[in-house]
């Protein structure tokens, strides 16, 4: 089964600053891979979608990269807001299964 | 609204009650998707439907939970004999893949169980 780590576990950071958030997979057979931010106590918003064509996409001030060989995706958050406090999971698709493997998450709070 | 929803979004019921929650996904979606998720962790993927086919099922989905999609369109998730620890929120998400083989999921807002 696929083992997703999100490091790291939480970050709070002031208004303004760049950040990243870290991502790996224990096993590099990895098709896709989705990022996701999720509200407390809501459902899953889908940020990016890594194609298996693709290393990056870009949405905004996100920014988000796969490097299968490693087993590695980073999230970019460019100019954090207040706004962006939420936990944002990552998720990769495998090339044996239907189901998205995810992480625990990142709680990210921005501060004012 | 065109994205996926679901119903209720909170249930509390007592322990050894049945529960059934429902699931529409994004209309021109076929494939549709029930997670689990328990606080402090990710989403922990339940079953898979491909249009009216359950095609996958983990081994989280004990033979208390039934999941259907009886016309490949709205999904029911139930849950009988209600335990304290299927205390979660439910997610349900839906798809349609590309012709390059990508899986965009888009989830619904999850219904909440609590069993006392």
């Known amino acids: 089964k696929q083992e997703v780590t999100q490091i790291p576990a939480a970050l709070s950071v002031p208004e303004g600053e760049n950040l990243v958030l870290n991502c790996s997979f224990t096993d590099s057979a990895i098709y896709n891979l989705q990022w996701f931010r999720q509200d407390p106590g809501k459902g899953l918003t889908s940020l990016l979608l890594?194609?298996?064509?693709?290393r990056e996409q870009t949405s905004g001030r996100l920014n988000a990269s796969l490097d299968k060989s490693s087993g590695r995706s980073t999230l970019y958050i460019a100019a954090s807001q207040p706004g962006d406090s939420a936990t944002y999971l990552c998720?990769?698709?495998?090339?044996?299964?239907?189901?998205?493997?995810f992480g625990k998450g990142t709680s990210l709070l921005v501060t004012p | 609204d065109t994205g996926v929803s679901q119903n209720p979004r909170h249930k509390i019921t007592k322990r050894g009650q049945n529960v059934t929650f429902r699931c529409d996904p994004i209309?021109?979606?076929?494939?549709l998707y029930w997670y689990r998720q328990t606080l402090g962790q990710g989403p922990e993927f339940l079953t898979y439907f491909q249009n009216e086919a359950q095609l996958e099922k983990s081994r989280l989905l004990s033979d208390r939970f039934s999941a259907e999609r009886p016309k490949g369109s709205f999904s029911t998730l139930e849950i009988q004999r209600t335990e304290q620890g299927d205390s979660a929120m439910y997610l349900c998400a839906s798809s349609s893949p590309t012709s390059g083989g990508d899986n965009e999921q888009f989830f619904g807002p999850g219904t909440r169980l609590t069993v006392l």
């Open positions: 998720a990769g698709f495998s090339n044996s299964g239907y189901a998205l493997n």
């Open positions: 209309s021109e979606h076929n494939r």
């Open positions: 890594i194609q298996s064509s693709q």
